[in-house]
């Protein structure tokens, strides 16, 4: 034994420490135990990370969040007597005001296309009921004339929805197609070509 070894053990300045001739006839350490080394100590480095940051922390409570509000909103699809509906909002270029929308055409059209123009929209020429929705189209559509749902039947108003015409804004003229100036109704013979308004309610679930 060379001096200063004993039992795989040298020394040296006085303190024992680790012998360099490998154990076991000199064969290297097993891969396997490598392998499960490095995990621990991935694991290890990956908590003091998550620890430190609190990364995992806020991870962790975002998707808490997300799937409660997941189940919230599916609960609340599948039982809507007891649920009110969720408003979708109006299409683009309509503009929405108490749970109904309504748009304004660029261009020209007779009363009858119009009327056509607004079925494919998903919607009608303008149905204004009541006083705060003819004040409202009045507010948006500035200075221009438009058609509206409004026509003579008989010696009757009536809107396109068969509701029977009750305002007190005043009506000019005795023609069967009636369209909105800057306050009043005019009438007009039908084929006259004046941009429209079109209304619908407001999609929900």
């Known amino acids: 034994m060379a001096q200063g070894e004993e039992n795989g053990f ?53 998707l808490v969040v997300i799937l409660t509000l997941i189940v919230i909103v599916v609960l609340a699809a599948k039982r809507p007597g007891k649920h009110p509906a969720l408003v979708l909002g109006c299409p683009y270029d309509w503009v929405g005001y108490r749970n109904v929308c309504y748009h304004l055409s660029v261009e020209e059209r007779s009363w009858n296309e119009s009327q056509e123009q607004c079925s494919r929209l998903g919607a009608s020429l303008a149905v204004l009921k009541k006083e ?31 509701n029977s015409f009750n305002h007190t804004i005043q009506v000019l003229g005795h023609e069967p197609c009636l369209f909105l100036n800057d306050r009043d109704l005019m009438s007009s ?16 679930l």
């Open 10 to 62: 040298y020394r040296s300045n006085g303190n024992v420490e680790e012998g360099l001739a490998l154990q076991d006839g000199g064969a290297s350490p097993q891969p396997e135990v490598l392998g499960a080394t490095d995990r621990r100590m991935h694991r290890r480095a990956l908590g003091k990370w998550c620890t430190r940051r609190r990364v995992c922390l806020v991870v962790l409570a975002a």
């Open 132 to 162: 705060w929705e003819m004040k409202f189209v009045l507010l948006i559509k500035g200075n221009k004339d438009y058609w509206l749902g409004l026509r003579r039947v008989g010696k009757r108003l009536e809107w396109v929805d068969g």
């Open 189 to 204: 013979a039908c084929s006259l070509r004046l941009p429209y308004v079109c209304s619908k309610p407001q999609a929900g």
